[in-house]
């Protein structure tokens, strides 16, 4: 036989005429047919936002580097990387598209780019939660860490953590539903997505309901009385550490120093100490609060939180498009309609990316490179 269909019942080949004029009617359902994703991908468009990550990951990378913000290479830059990944997939299946005349006729493309676009776009936005969370953590070190009920050295642990636990859940159901082969395991993996997408929203909710608290707190001058700090001992352990290893720094640094016989008694070198203050100077003059977090100005506080306040609504906005699609299937009419996939997901993702490449954190953060 030269063309066939699938038995519904049992999945089994059946002789059945050709369609061999490209683009008709499903000889089955009279209505053009597409396999995955349900409408022609446009190539303008995978075009387009491939581009637009790129320059946006190149971006991050290089400010990354220059402003010496580590942190943000495995946050921001590791998202913009998942998002080309992404749109590369997407691209691959428009390279890949071409017109079967089995099943009544239908147009095709490569299942591995369909999975490929499906599980990266979908978790990249994680990344980009996680570079908010650091980013927020930081601000509260450094711009006033009493304002706020949950400990800045436990905040960016607990949400990084609940972060990297909707990336697992969400890369699983991906997994599942790429390797399923029936209908029912693929939506099974879509329905495990959803979950890690929503588990995603919850956090990103209660993560604004403690950076508008912050918010609050900090212009009326009015301190947490009291603050949820689960990894205290973690970190008073690690600062007893670098406690420890400073101090013996500093006694071998006096012990080798020429002017050490002028100062003998503990007692007199702890005297010449300056008094103790929350801030504290590198060689470069420039003010540190305890923890090593640089002190921000007035102006920088407003840019990095009306940077974090843009940022979570674009996520915020896309978790709630992606859970409802989601849950309405893979065939579904939100799943289906590229239009609004654009307009929901990929437009506000690419506007988080290059808002975060013009305004970066390592301009608050950052110590330039040269």
Not at 65 to 93: I, M, N, Q
Not at 263 to 277: G, R
Not at 325 to 343: C, K, Q, V
């Amino acid at each position: 036989m030269d063309c066939f269909i699938y038995k519904t019942n049992n999945l089994t080949l059946a002789p059945f005429e050709c369609n061999n004029v490209e683009g008709s009617p499903n000889l089955l359902s009279g209505n053009l047919e597409y396999s995955h994703y349900g409408y022609t991908v446009s190539d303008i468009w995978s075009y387009v936002f491939v581009s637009v990550f790129g320059v946006a990951l190149v971006a991050q990378l290089l400010l990354s580097v220059f402003w010496r913000c580590w942190w943000t290479l495995p946050t921001l830059a590791a998202g913009t990387a998942v998002e080309v990944a992404g749109w590369g997939g997407r691209l691959w299946s428009v390279l890949s598209w071409e017109w079967v005349p089995n099943e009544g006729g239908v147009w095709d493309s490569a299942y591995g780019a369909y999975i490929m676009q499906i599980c990266c776009l979908v978790i990249a936005p994680t990344f980009y939660s996680a570079a908010n969370y650091i980013l927020f953590g930081r601000i509260i070190a450094a711009a006033g860490p009493s304002y706020v009920s949950l400990h800045s050295q436990s905040f960016s642990t607990i949400f990084v953590i609940a972060d990297i636990a909707c990336l697992v859940i969400q890369g699983a159901g991906g997994g599942i539903a790429g390797t399923a082969d029936d209908k029912d395991g693929s939506d099974m993996g879509a329905y495990i997505m959803t979950a890690g997408v929503i588990l995603q929203l919850i956090v990103t909710v209660f993560f604004t309901g403690l950076f508008t608290e912050w918010i609050w707190r900090r212009r009326n001058q009015k301190p947490s009385k009291r603050q949820f700090n689960p990894f205290a001992r973690f970190y008073r352990k690690k600062n007893a550490a670098a406690a420890a290893a400073a101090a013996a720094t500093s006694r071998e640094y006096i012990e080798m120093s020429p002017s050490a016989t002028l100062v003998e008694d503990p007692s007199m070198i702890n005297a010449m100490k300056p008094e103790s203050s929350s801030v504290t100077y590198t060689s470069d003059s420039v003010p540190f609060v305890a923890g090593g977090e640089r002190q921000l100005s007035d102006g920088k506080v407003k840019l990095m939180c009306g940077l974090i306040s843009f940022g979570t609504l674009l996520i915020i906005v896309r978790s709630v498009y992606r859970s409802v699609e989601l849950l309405d299937g893979w065939e579904g009419a939100i799943a289906i309609n590229e239009p609004l996939f654009l307009g929901m997901d990929a437009f506000l993702m690419a506007t988080f990316a290059l808002t975060y490449a013009i305004i970066h954190p390592g301009l608050a953060f950052g110590r330039r490179l040269f």
